[in-house]
């Protein structure tokens, strides 16, 4: 591990104190010279000793200067610079003290700002030391007094109520500093988790299912995930107006204003949303803002449907082994009754028989196929030699002429999509075109384009086309018109292109017959 160098240590606000403190040092230094140079002997402080009043307050006025330099290059450390100008301090003081007659000058009294400053800069109790040193210096001063100036042996006594308040600022400024050290850690803690809370409530706003809205006490939207946006089919720009912006919503959110219940019933929004409101109140007084849930109820009954499916899915496995052991045996047998000689009408029967059996058994697969949708393994492929292949396979399968099923637009594009899925949904899309087209040449094409950058793909046929009012239920699973249809189908290709980020929907076509069902790839990753 490579050690930091040490103008890393302490950080950059001690420093900067530290500067603030030698300021101070030099401003009270340059005050000593000037009341020595001006008044002079008529100078009460340096009434005992005016020459060394003045030639002291001199060396600390450049000791104070000097000592910039270091600051600025961040060398010795810390610890020592703030050391070296305490114990200059307390040595220069001490000696003004002496030239200004002693305890009753009151000069030490200067020290007890630069110990406060040193507890404070510091943050440790090697405070505790500077004020055992600045004591020890008033008592050799006094002593000294006493001893050649014959000073009153009493100031002791003010000496050692100096030396006192020395310790007791010494102590207070530690103790005031441990607390501003333990209140900065805690507000740095708190803000760390102020923006951990902020990070995950975003993300929570992002990844949620719901459409969610913040709104202020005056009716502007604060916040609106990206749900909302897709639901709501609208991006709004900050300090939006929700009146503005969604008029329907807004009245919803006025009524319950006023009543504070919302109705649970589905609501049409403004875009012809069916949407489910709850309101909750952002404090306990609605005046300071709420928070707006649009529960999407395609997305709920989606879901109730897919738990559906999931079950039915699950039973089919479970029973299909059964299921077609029987189907097989019955088919089995039909076919060797049929090989017998027998009238038309027993004939007829053992056809209705096979074929029913046929049509359970393809029930049974269809519903099989509902769990591959977990499946997906998408992969970046081009669609040209994709597509030609199908084709041909198709025609085969089906027993139809080259040229009913037809390419166009560009097939050579790059798709994202599991190989297989594709497969099976192409099979029943064009297996659907066929069964309604009129099997002519062009009947069903298959057009790969680009629109908007997402490559799409549509299967359209020249059938009669579908209904108005069977539209709505092209791709709910068991819906069906034809009668020998499992009505699994369309509900299978849905599944599978969102499985693979895909999305299948009915286009109505213009100016023509027919049906046509396209498909809007996702990016390739």
């Known amino acids: 591990m490579t050690a930091k160098p040490a103008a890393n240590f302490p950080p950059v606000d001690f420093w900067r104190s530290l500067r603030y403190f030698n300021l101070y040092r030099l401003t009270l230094a340059s005050l000593f010279v000037f009341l020595a140079v001006v008044f002079g002997s008529s100078l009460s402080l340096a009434a005992h000793h005016l020459p060394l009043f003045f030639g002291t307050s001199v060396l600390y006025l450049a000791v104070a200067v000097l000592s910039f330099i270091p600051l600025r290059l961040r060398w010795p450390r810390f610890t020592w610079q703030l050391a070296v100008q305490i114990g200059v301090d307390i040595v220069a003081l001490t000696v003004l003290s002496y030239a200004s007659g002693g305890i009753k000058s009151n000069v030490g009294m200067l020290l007890l700002i ?60 530690h103790t005031l500093a441990k607390y501003a050290v333990d209140s900065q850690l805690l507000a740095q803690r708190r803000g760390r988790d102020l923006v951990s809370l902020s990070e995950a409530s975003r993300l929570v706003m992002r990844d949620m299912q719901d459409g969610v809205l913040v709104v202020g006490g005056a009716g502007m939207i604060m916040q609106m995930n990206a749900r909302a946006e897709r ?26 204003k006023k009543t504070r219940s919302a109705s649970r019933d589905t609501l049409q929004l403004d875009v012809g949303l069916q949407a489910r409101l709850r309101f909750v109140p952002i404090e306990k007084d609605a005046e300071n803002g709420v928070v707006i849930f649009l529960e999407d109820m395609q997305r709920v009954r989606a879901e109730a449907q897919q738990i559906k499916l ?38 007829r029967l053992l056809q209705i028989v096979l074929d029913n059996t046929q049509r359970i058994n393809q029930i049974v697969q269809d519903v099989m196929q509902l769990n591959r949708r977990d499946r997906a393994h998408s992969e970046v492929f081009k669609t040209g030699v994709m597509l030609r292949a199908f084709v041909e396979e198709f025609d085969l399968a089906e027993r139809i002429e080259p040229g009913v099923m037809v390419l166009a637009g560009i097939p050579g594009v790059v798709v994202s999509f599991d190989r297989g899925h594709l497969r099976q949904v192409l099979w029943n899309l064009c297996r659907n075109a066929l069964r309604y087209g009129r099997k002519l040449p062009g009947s069903v094409m298959l057009t790969m384009n680009v629109e908007d950058g997402r490559v799409i793909l549509d299967v359209q046929d020249d059938g009669p086309g579908i209904s108005v009012e069977h539209q709505g239920k092209l791709f709910e699973p068991f819906f069906t018109t034809a009668a020998e249809g499992t009505g699994l189908g369309l509900y299978i290709a849905k599944e ?12 109505s076509v213009d100016g023509r017959e027919g049906a046509c069902f396209r498909i809007t790839f996702g990016e390739p990753h």
């Open 231 to 256: 639901m709501l089919r609208k991006t709004i720009g900050p300090e939006s107006s929700l009146s503005e912006a969604f008029p329907i919503l807004f009245g919803q959110y006025a009524m319950w």
């Open 496 to 507: 599978l292109c969102e499985a693979n980020g895909a999305r299948l929907e009915y286009q």
């Open 114 to 173: 630069s110990l406060a400053a040193a507890g404070l800069i510091s943050r440790g109790k090697i405070t505790l030391f500077f004020a055992s040193l600045a004591s020890i210096a008033a008592l050799l001063e006094h002593a000294y007094e006493v001893l050649y100036d014959d000073a009153d042996v009493a100031q002791y006594v003010q000496v050692g109520l100096l030396c006192m308040a020395y310790f007791a600022v010494a102590w207070l400024a």
């Open 310 to 347: 999931a079950a039915l899915g699950r039973l089919t496995v479970n029973i299909a082994h059964e299921v077609r052991n029987p189907l097989s045996a019955i088919s089995y047998a039909t076919e060797l009754l049929q090989e017998e000689q027998g009238d038309a009408k027993q004939h």
